[in-house]
């Protein structure tokens, strides 16, 4: 995102565009706490979402990796050990 995205974000007149529904006319405070808050808040948790999967995605792989490590040295130790 841009820095004049963000502050465009501040004026009802863009924010009308963007929508696309005549609202230019309404405060931009007001759109900023019905419009912008609930969008900013939804992203927040479709982010953090995406992360905590993220993390035991990495978890389980790191954990598969372990576990085939550990195959692969049980599998040599009984190699050697005959």
Known sequence: ??????????????LSKCVE????FVPSEFLRYRLLNPMMLATQGSIGININKLIIHLILIMHIIYLIFRWCLFSFTLWLGN
């Not at 995102?1 to 863009?14: C, E, I, V």
């Open 21 to 24: 529904i005549p609202i230019c």
């Open 1 to 14: 995102m841009s820095g004049f995205y963000l502050w465009a974000m501040n004026y009802s007149l863009y």
